[in-house]
């Protein structure tokens, strides 16, 4: 998928009303790069759009029962400190960003469309489903040599692992 194809797409998701959050009014495009940033960071880590809708929605609980959240003065004593208030607010916006990374994910799938770190990603998936495939990579290479180690992400440091995993050492 080209980046031009990949900002189509988001535009067009974020016209939905569900994303309407997404599109501020007189700059509907604001987020457009940064969602297609945070989709590729996302990958770039192992995360798909559940585990990140799951992850803002058990914060959103840990700051709601969290005591330190409740104010303890003034006005608002026994509420969430507005501090509180924000990090629920970001926490939603993250939900929002999970359906629109799925709904992302959904359309290239639909116009059979990958980016690069889907590449890692299917590769991943593919040694879960075929467990023979990935067998026959690991009995295939004797050595791994990782170049640059330290530059790794966590999808491609999962790639390395399932390949490694079949020596003792």
Same mark, same amino acid.
């Given at each position: 998928?080209?980046?031009?194809e @990949?900002e189509?797409?988001?535009r067009?998701l974020? =016209?939905?009303k569900?994303? +309407? =959050?997404?599109?501020?009014s007189g700059?509907p495009?604001?987020?457009? *790069? %940064?969602? $297609?940033? !945070?989709? %590729?960071d996302?990958k770039?880590? *192992?995360? @798909? ?6 992850? !803002? &929605? ?9 005591e330190s +959240?409740? +104010? +303890?003065?003034?006005k608002?004593? *026994?509420?969430?400190?507005?501090? @509180? ?8 916006r993250?939900?929002?960003? /999970?359906?629109?990374?799925? /709904?992302?994910? @959904? %359309?290239? =799938?639909?116009? %059979?469309?990958m980016?690069?770190?889907?590449l890692?990603?299917?590769l $991943?998936? !593919?040694f ?5 495939l $990935?067998?026959?990579?690991q009995? =295939?290479?004797l ?13 491609q440091n999962?790639?390395i692992? /399932?390949i /490694?995993?079949f020596?003792? &050492?």
């Amino acid at each position: 998928i080209t980046e031009i194809e @990949a900002e189509t797409i988001v535009r067009t998701l974020l =016209k939905e009303k569900r994303f +309407s =959050k997404l599109r501020p009014s007189g700059e509907p495009d604001f987020y457009v *790069g %940064k969602i $297609l940033d !945070a989709v %590729k960071d996302s990958k770039k880590e *192992g995360w @798909a759009p559940e585990v990140v809708r799951e992850f !803002a &929605s058990k914060e959103t609980e840990r700051i709601k029962n969290d005591e330190s +959240s409740i +104010s +303890s003065r003034g006005k608002t004593k *026994g509420m969430l400190k507005g501090t @509180a208030l924000e990090r629920i607010e970001k926490c939603g916006r993250t939900v929002i960003f /999970a359906d629109v990374y799925e /709904a992302y994910e @959904a %359309k290239k =799938k639909e116009e %059979k469309k990958m980016d690069f770190d889907d590449l890692i990603i299917e590769l $991943l998936n !593919a040694f879960r489903e075929d467990r023979t495939l $990935l067998q026959l990579l690991q009995e =295939k290479f004797l050595y791994i040599l990782v170049d640059e180690h330290q530059d790794t992400n966590d999808s491609q440091n999962m790639l390395i692992r /399932a390949i /490694a995993d079949f020596f003792d &050492s």
